[in-house]
């Protein structure tokens, strides 16, 4: 059971725009520590998507995007395409454990 | 340029004691704010953080999993070691080592591209 609250689907169709959540608690995201968010494609690492609640790194593209609001944060991914097709991770810090915690991950398909 | 490499065995028996070797470049673990971290993932299943060891040899682990770890750093060959006592079979799971500056804020940007360990008699 994981710290952080992901939906284990969602989907979409080309175009649209879906809408993962990560939802915490008053000791991790409440405590306002950063949410990051990760995209897995099959077989490979995580590659980070958001970083800082909002922030994108270099090179990432402005359809993904992130925001974060009392206990929890959620990740929008705007204009669908077929290549987003992949698992979704986000990420924080929890007080109470001491430990970086991670949400159980959302797979997103493209319709 | 930032890489990792993670290196180890591919298969361990149950109550064995897992070694893994994080050999990276393009950075120096002496460097201020730097760490090197461990993360793991079961297959088809969520991320799980181990530990980190920083630049100063301070060192964080996971609390559920503290009294079986322990990392280690040798800055003379750039690497990181990993090693898990009593291994079992739920640990079965790819295992990435990262890099890190103040990831609490930055979040990891740099992945090694993992190796999968089975634990199986």
């Known amino acids: 059971q994981s710290v952080l609250t992901q939906p284990p689907s969602v989907s979409g169709a080309p175009g649209q725009t879906v809408t993962i959540s990560c939802t915490g608690g008053?000791?991790?995201?409440?405590?306002?520590?950063?949410v990051h968010w990760y995209q897995q494609l099959p077989g490979t690492a995580p590659n980070l998507l958001i970083y800082?609640?909002?922030y994108r790194p270099s090179g990432v593209p402005d359809r993904f995007s992130g925001s974060k609001s009392g206990t929890s944060a959620s990740l929008a991914i705007s204009g669908l395409q077929a290549d987003d097709e992949a698992d979704y991770f986000c990420?924080?810090?929890?007080?109470?454990?001491?430990?970086?915690?991670f949400g159980g991950g959302t797979k997103l398909t493209v319709l | 340029q930032i890489t990792l490499t993670e290196s180890g065995p591919t298969l361990v028996k149950p109550t064995q004691t897992l070694t893994l070797t994080c050999t990276f470049s393009?950075?120096?673990?002496?460097?201020?704010?730097?760490?090197v971290g461990w993360i793991r993932q079961p297959p088809g299943k969520a991320l799980e953080w181990l530990g980190l060891?920083?630049?100063?040899?301070?060192?964080r682990y996971s609390p559920s999993l503290k009294s079986r770890l322990t990392i280690t750093n040798d800055t003379s060959k750039n690497q990181v070691i990993l090693a898990m006592t009593n291994m079992d079979p739920v640990d079965t799971a790819t295992y990435y080592c990262?890099?890190?500056?103040?990831?609490?804020?930055?979040?990891?940007?740099?992945w090694g591209q993992g190796t999968l360990v089975s634990v199986s008699s």
């Open positions: 990262v890099h890190c500056t103040n990831c609490l804020l930055l979040g990891v940007a740099y």
């Open positions: 393009g950075f120096s673990l002496n460097t201020f704010g730097v760490s």
């Open positions: 060891i920083y630049w100063d040899g301070d060192k």
């Open positions: 008053s000791s991790n995201i409440g405590a306002t520590y950063d």
């Open positions: 800082g609640d909002n």
């Open positions: 990420q924080s810090y929890d007080s109470t454990l001491s430990s970086w915690v």
